[in-house]
């Protein structure tokens, strides 16, 4: 099963879903994939690549194109797309992930925790589970890939 972790990058969501799927062992065949979380690299990608910029709306134009290659070809190849928005930050390309992913029919599981619940309700009201923690996570996917229950 291909996972795309879609969201926000300050906290370590993602790393607990990995290392809780890779604890199980081969019980779960599950790879992921994600955008790039070196925020640094992901705002400069496009002018690195492609040559400065003078105007931050074009630096930032460059940037949001090449991630958004990279975005959606991982959305489209993905079977389930898991999506968090934190507590921090606005994640606006995380709402932008999570509509794009119900366009093109993808699982979508929603990770937020209660105080985001009436901000996100036609977000969740898409998805197929919304989870508050990424151990939840990890036992959706455990019980979709082997339909064994938690403990």
């Known amino acids: ?3 795309y972790l879609s969201g926000e990058i300050h906290t370590d969501w993602r790393e607990r879903i990995v290392n809780g799927v890779a ?3 081969s019980d779960l065949n599950v790879r992921f994939d994600a955008p790039v979380t070196d925020h640094a690299a992901s705002d400069d990608c496009g002018v690195a690549i492609l ?3 003078t105007d931050k709306f074009w630096h930032d134009h460059k940037g949001a194109k090449l991630n958004a290659i990279r975005t959606r070809t991982a ?3 993905a079977d389930v797309v898991v999506v968090r928005f934190g507590d921090q930050y606005k ?3 995380a709402a932008f992930d999570a509509g794009y992913a119900t366009a093109l029919g993808k699982a979508l599981i929603v990770l937020h925790g209660p105080d985001h619940a009436h901000a996100l309700k036609e977000v969740d ?3 197929l589970a919304v989870a508050e923690t990424p151990e939840q996570v ?3 996917l455990t019980y979709v890939q082997t339909g ?3 403990g």
């Open 1 to 3: 099963m291909q996972v």
């Open 75 to 77: 959305i489209e190849a």
């Open 125 to 127: 009201a898409a998805a």
């Open 51 to 53: 040559g400065a910029e």
């Open 91 to 93: 994640q606006w390309n």
């Open 23 to 25: 604890a199980l062992g």
């Open 148 to 150: 064994k229950l938690p």
């Open 138 to 140: 990890v036992q959706i």
